[in-house]
């Protein structure tokens, strides 16, 4: 369990005003003392992050945030983390109190309910209310659900199952080759090991497909980009598929055999993590750049650039090439992702391994909502090349 990737794990946020009860509500479900207990409002600053294995969840991460209420000088910067955990959630509890309306927790739920995020709202502290029923009514009436009651003498067991009755469909795990594999199929690899590649080491995408290769009894088969051709001959038959690193995508397209499908693990984290049909749809932008265009480039990781990195060199170089040396492309990594959208006509996603899905779309809503195109390295790299028509993509 240890071992699960956080961006593999149901991401179960937990929000509300300050002193309504989150922190109590995530130490029963960890069964740690894991959060500050106080009833001084504003006791949880920075978001805490715990990962623990939930029985019928499986690997999850909770996210206990500060108070959506916060007023405190520093109130503006933790509202603003708040905000942030919110885009990675894949689950929200919305922690409700004594309050004298539910305006602000109905602002909550709407803006996870617009990005398909499940809410499971609940009235902390309700040993501690002189009328809880009375409350649970204006919950009822202003958020359209009726909360769960929550005390300190609650059962674990009624949250946990609560939760599973509105885990979404698949929870955090999806499958990444989805409908292109079946069992017995075999499968090359092609995976360059250059100055971007983690010494002794694979990247996070070939680790996690790999496995599910193997999970699903195909037979898959990893080369380096020079040894392709000695690969496929070495084989009775062509492969049912071939998976390469976008990087190497013209030079792999060019010896893939008549009849064998391809893609690329970005390919496949487009759709794993986000929407990839929004991505190719985004990809067409590139077709209308020209040198007075600008073009925001996002990593997920925070990793120390190499001299071939696909992101900060390789993809940039590429588009200049096409569109001219005047195309203005900024870098962003990690959580540095801007509010502000408009001034660019084009972002490029990296394949987003070290992110829920949940962040990744909230990512592609922002830009939706400021009209602004979004598709992925694999993809834009793809069209680039000129072989986005024979790229498959996993459909499931």
């Known amino acids: 369990m240890n071992s699960t990737p956080q961006s593999m794990r149901l991401h179960i946020g937990i929000f509300g005003r ?25 006791t949880t600053t920075d978001a805490v992050v715990k990962s623990i294995e939930i029985g019928p969840l499986g690997p999850c991460v909770l996210i206990d945030t500060a108070g959506i209420d916060d007023s405190s000088p520093l109130g503006p910067q933790r509202k603003e983390q708040t905000l942030r955990a919110a885009d990675k959630c894949d689950m929200a509890i919305l922690v409700c109190g004594a309050t004298v309306d539910y305006e602000m927790e109905r602002e909550w739920k709407e803006m996870f309910s617009k990005r398909g995020v499940p809410v499971l709202v609940v009235l902390g502290k309700a040993d501690r209310i002189i009328d809880p029923e009375e409350h649970k009514l204006m919950i009822e009436a202003t958020l359209g659900v009726s909360p769960l009651l929550w005390s300190h003498d609650s059962e674990r067991e009624v949250l946990i199952q609560a939760l599973v009755a509105l885990r979404p469909e698949g929870g955090a795990r999806r499958s990444i080759v989805g ?19 983690p010494k002794g080491r694979l990247i996070l995408p070939q680790v996690q497909t790999i496995r599910e290769l193997l999970d699903r009894h195909c037979i898959p088969m990893c080369c380096l980009p020079e040894e392709l051709e000695s690969t496929l001959s070495a084989l009775s038959a062509p492969p049912k598929l071939i998976i390469t690193d976008s990087q190497v995508f013209g030079y792999v397209a060019e010896r893939t055999p008549k009849g064998t499908m391809l893609t690329s693990f970005s390919v496949l984290m487009a759709a794993y993590k986000g929407d990839v049909q929004a991505f190719v749809e985004g990809a067409k932008a590139i077709g209308g750049l020209t040198e007075q265009s600008r073009v925001l480039i996002a990593e997920a990781c925070t990793h120390a650039p190499a001299t071939e990195d696909i992101g900060r060199v390789k ?41 829920t899905r949940a962040h990744v779309l909230s990512r592609l809503s922002a830009a939706s909502a400021q009209k602004v195109p979004m598709t992925n390295y694999g993809i834009a790299i793809a069209y680039l090349t000129g072989i986005l028509g024979r790229v498959v993509m996993p459909t499931e």
């Open 179 to 197: 409908n292109l594999v079946e069992a017995g199929d075999k499968v090359v690899l092609v995976m360059p090991q250059d100055a971007s590649a």
């Open 315 to 355: 993809l940039p170089a590429m588009l200049r090439r096409r569109v001219g040396e005047d195309l203005r492309v900024d870098v962003v990594g990690g959580a540095d992702f801007p509010d502000d959208l408009t001034p660019y006509d084009l972002v490029i996603h990296c394949g987003a391994c070290m992110f």
């Open 18 to 42: 300050c002193n309504v009860g989150k922190s109590s509500l995530v130490n029963r479900l960890t069964g740690q003392s894991l959060a500050i207990v106080s009833d001084v409002a504003g």
